[in-house]
């Protein structure tokens, strides 16, 4: 799941769902609302382009990628980083 920090709607429901659900990826973009699609477009790109890259190598091996190898979080962060900078340069 992939949902910004201000989106009261979905928020605590995605993070329910995290701790309830075993196999679930939770990634919170900061500064961002419900429309994170909208908003954060290159952030929710490459966390689902991580996630098809870890299936595609679980299907073709059998073996999964672990998750400290390349973290969404992380992944979101740098991301998000990289904007911050650009905008403050």
Not at 10 to 21: V, W
Not at 44 to 51: G, T
């Amino acid at each position: 799941m992939i949902v910004g920090d201000e989106d009261e709607t979905c928020l605590d429901g995605s993070m329910f769902l995290k701790r309830t659900a075993p196999t679930a990826a939770l990634l919170v973009i900061p500064r961002s609302g419900h429309t994170i699609t909208s908003e954060e477009p290159a952030v929710v790109n490459a966390a689902l382009a991580e996630l098809l890259r870890r299936r595609r190598h679980k299907c073709l091996t059998g073996v999964p990628i672990q998750e400290a190898q390349t973290p969404l979080v992380e992944l979101g962060h740098a991301l998000i980083n990289r904007r911050v900078r650009a905008v403050v340069k």
